[in-house]
């Protein structure tokens, strides 16, 4: 039988575009300008896919979305709003939408999202399970679990103001991706989003990295007009402590040459150290402290939140086959054996390990097998740590007979290739981010690179492959 689709949208030229897309592609369709309408032949049991949009003359959707899930919990949804904000996104994930399209979209992928949502079964759970992986993979962060929903929460309330945010958390918990958020659908979205990874910078540099000399413009000043964002405040030095607690409070002024008017930038500093520690130990200015954390939002760690790790690999895995890689599902053994494990790494071990499955194995389907065999030798305790025991002692015992007295140097260098090739593929060739990943200070691991005879283009084949 012809599947019926309902249209809902106040502007009649929209309802008239995807009216015609939709019978040309062989769908019976009715439209409407009322939320209530929709609310009644939902009701009446007609339709087999809601097309709606946000804002309706007469109600927001997302209010009667309830009254349709209690007529027709099966009836799936795909919600269209001009609102593109993440508050948007993230109550059509919250209403159980089964596709959130921000406008203007492609009409190519209202007709993708409308054959998944009406895939016949058994399909169709997976189709479901795609299209969420799709939608989760467009919002900024990924999630909806008690502990999340606080992070929404906090994030709604403060994407409209001017104020100086400090966000905390463990390392890997995703500050860098909630400072993007807060830019980008704030006021200063049509700015630039500037970022000082201050770990990774050498402590000499940094003053000049922020603030300039001999007429380099510093970061400060190229974020004139948008967000300046600190990775790991924790680690600014203390006389560069001193000047920019000294820009905050309006004493020192940078002019921006290029317009010739004071720098005006909203900054974001996180931190996955403990400030108060830091200032007991005379290591962090209390008054800048004062002046950072203005509106404090901590991260939580992926183990506070175990129930978001099936929305997270779904998207992580579609990123992957985005990027190039085969695309992946992933069984309900192999959600068990992530939810079980400790994530000390976070969210960006568990997207780290979705991309090597999904270049690593050939089959399509990710197990509780494959799942394990690459939680295993990354472990730090355990059979993980007995595992590489056993390598070393296999190693060692295969090289006593040559009777070279290098063992320890040629033993380290066969640990450490392998090692920082594998954390360079995880994150992309990004140094700044394998660096952080091993603990290494960057100019040491760049040191590294060259000293393993790991150069650029050997780093862009292992990417690529």
């Known amino acids: 039988m012809q599947k019926k689709i309902l249209i809902a949208d106040d502007?009649?030229?929209?309802?008239?575009?995807?009216?015609?897309?939709?019978?040309?592609?062989?769908?019976?369709?009715?439209?409407?300008?009322?939320?209530?309408?929709?609310?009644?032949?939902?009701?009446?049991?007609?339709?087999?896919?809601?097309?709606?949009?946000?804002?309706?003359?007469?109600a927001n959707v997302f209010d009667v979305l309830p009254q349709i899930r209690k007529s027709r919990p099966l009836l799936p949804v795909i919600?269209?709003?001009?609102?593109?904000?993440?508050?948007?996104?993230?109550?059509?994930?919250e209403r159980g939408a089964f596709e959130y399209l921000p406008k203007p979209f492609d009409l190519d992928d209202l007709l993708a999202a409308a054959e998944r949502a009406l895939a016949p079964a058994?399909?169709?759970?997976?189709?479901?399970?795609?299209?969420?992986?799709?939608?989760?993979?467009?919002?900024?962060?990924?999630?909806?679990?008690?502990?999340?929903?606080?992070?929404?929460?906090?994030?709604?309330?403060?994407?409209?103001?001017?104020?100086?945010?400090?966000?905390?958390?463990?390392?890997g918990t995703g500050k860098e991706l909630t400072a993007r958020a807060l830019h980008d659908f704030g006021r200063r979205r049509e700015g630039r989003f500037v970022v000082v990874h201050l770990a990774a910078t050498p402590r000499e540099r940094v003053e000049t990295e922020l603030f300039g000399r001999d007429g380099a413009l510093g970061k400060l000043v190229d974020a004139d007009g948008g967000t300046l964002f600190l990775d790991e405040v924790g680690d600014l030095p203390l006389d560069a402590q001193t000047r920019l607690l000294r820009v905050i409070d309006g004493s020192e002024r940078p002019i921006n040459p290029r317009t010739d008017r004071p720098v005006d930038?909203?900054?974001?500093?996180?931190?996955?150290?403990?400030?108060?520690?830091?200032?007991?130990?005379?290591?962090?200015?209390?008054?800048?402290?004062?002046?950072?954390?203005?509106?404090?939002?901590?991260?939580?760690?992926?183990?506070?939140?175990?129930?978001?790790?099936?929305?997270?690999?779904?998207?992580?895995?579609?990123?992957?086959?985005?990027?190039?890689?085969s695309p992946k599902t992933i069984d309900e053994g192999a959600i068990s054996r992530l939810k079980a494990h400790s994530w000390p790494g976070n969210v960006r071990e568990l997207e780290n390990l979705m991309r090597r499955v999904a270049a690593l194995?050939?089959?399509?389907?990710?197990?509780?097998?494959?799942?394990?065999?690459?939680?295993?030798?990354?472990?730090?305790?355990?059979?993980?740590?007995?595992?590489?025991?056993?390598?070393v002692e296999q190693a060692v015992s295969a090289d006593l007979s040559t009777g070279r007295n290098d063992l320890y140097d040629r033993l380290l260098e066969s640990i450490e290739r392998p090692l920082i090739r594998t954390v360079l593929n995880a994150t992309r060739g990004n140094q700044v981010k394998a660096a952080e990943r091993l603990g290494l200070n960057r100019n040491t691991l760049r040191k590294k690179i060259l000293a393993l005879g790991l150069s650029a283009k050997d780093d862009e084949d292992l990417i690529m492959n």
């Open 265 to 325: 930038a909203r900054l974001v500093a996180a931190t996955n150290r403990d400030l108060t520690a830091l200032i007991a130990q005379g290591l962090f200015r209390q008054d800048l402290f004062f002046r950072l954390n203005v509106a404090p939002l901590r991260l939580p760690p992926l183990r506070d939140r175990r129930d978001d790790i099936p929305d997270l690999a779904r998207a992580f895995l579609l990123r992957a086959h985005r990027e190039g890689l």
């Open 11 to 58: 502007d009649a030229s929209i309802r008239l575009v995807i009216s015609q897309a939709l019978t040309r592609a062989g769908y019976q369709v009715r439209a409407t300008g009322a939320a209530s309408t929709l609310v009644k032949w939902a009701a009446d049991g007609e339709g087999d896919l809601i097309v709606t949009d946000v804002m309706m003359p007469d």
């Open 122 to 171: 058994p399909a169709v759970q997976q189709a479901r399970a795609d299209a969420k992986a799709a939608r989760d993979d467009r919002l900024p962060l990924i999630g909806r679990s008690t502990a999340m929903q606080e992070v929404y929460r906090t994030l709604a309330r403060l994407v409209p103001t001017e104020l100086t945010v400090l966000i905390t958390g463990d390392s």
């Open 361 to 391: 194995y050939a089959e399509p389907t990710i197990t509780a097998r494959i799942v394990e065999r690459e939680l295993e030798p990354v472990s730090v305790s355990g059979e993980g740590e007995a595992t590489l025991d056993r390598l």
């Open 79 to 93: 919600v269209m709003s001009a609102q593109n904000t993440v508050v948007t996104a993230v109550t059509a994930a």
